[in-house]
């Protein structure tokens, strides 16, 4: 049976540690969790390989950052590296931003951060119920309005039906959840305003490239520019 990419990155990142290559492994683990999206059951494993690692004492003992301090690395983002950054903006989470809006809408016109960060950020003021209209690649979005990539009409419904099909194979189930989800996080902020339209074939045929049972020369104009936009082609 086909391993999905979950279960490949784990057998990676053991392999590593079998071969004590620990800082690779830590590194395969770090990015895994700093993504926007990662289903629970495998996030609980790339936590517990983290925790293995001996790291479990390290973060609980990791800096406290004030809100001025975080504005502050992100208002000079490009003289840190891209993991700090991440790391950086998962402490979001742990503030309280109100008042602090007009500086946050800054932080997403900013043309060359990582749109991994400014999705996480965006969840962070989702879940604190921000109301304020910030400007996200040309687009208005209240986070109170609009919710997250994952809680829209068209990202549910297409979950549903995903969740539906008649699945033979469980592996093709979680290749076609992961390239949906890669799909919106590589779309946002447009996927935040999709309308509903199911694309369930155009993922399942997508998958079936990505396994090699199809060629991507058998793929549609639609096909094609997901498979395109999941690969950043």
Not at 135 to 142: A, D, H, L, P, S
Not at 190 to 203: A, D, M, P, T
Request: aromatic share 14%; with cysteine.
């Amino acid at each position: 049976m086909n391993k999905n990419f979950y279960e490949e990155t784990i057998e990676k990142i053991n392999d590593l540690i079998k071969d004590n290559q620990i800082k690779e492994a830590l590194k395969i683990i770090q990015d895994e969790l700093s993504m926007p999206y990662i289903p629970k059951k495998y996030e609980l494993i790339f936590k517990k390989l983290l925790n293995e690692l001996g790291m479990k004492d390290k973060l609980k003992k990791r800096k406290y950052y004030s809100r001025d301090e975080i504005i502050d690395i992100f208002a000079n983002f490009e003289q840190y590296e891209e993991n700090f950054l991440l790391e950086i903006s998962t402490y979001f989470e742990e503030q309280n931003w109100k008042g602090y809006e007009k500086i946050i809408d800054k932080i997403f016109q900013l043309p060359n951060l990582n749109k991994n960060i400014k999705i996480i950020i965006y969840n962070a003021l989702t879940s604190q119920e921000i109301n304020y209209d910030f400007i996200i690649n040309g687009f208005k979005i209240n986070p109170i309005k609009n919710k997250t990539i994952f809680e829209t009409n068209f990202a549910i419904k297409n979950m549903v039906d995903l969740e539906e099909h008649n699945f033979k194979n469980p592996s093709l189930y979680d290749i076609c959840k992961e390239i949906f989800f890669i799909y919106l996080i590589e779309e946002f902020p447009n996927s935040l305003f999709f309308k509903y339209q199911n694309i369930n074939n155009e993922i399942i045929n997508v998958a079936n490239v990505m396994l090699g049972i199809r060629k991507i020369s058998e793929l549609n104009e639609k096909e094609t520019k997901i498979y395109n936009i999941i690969n950043k082609k």
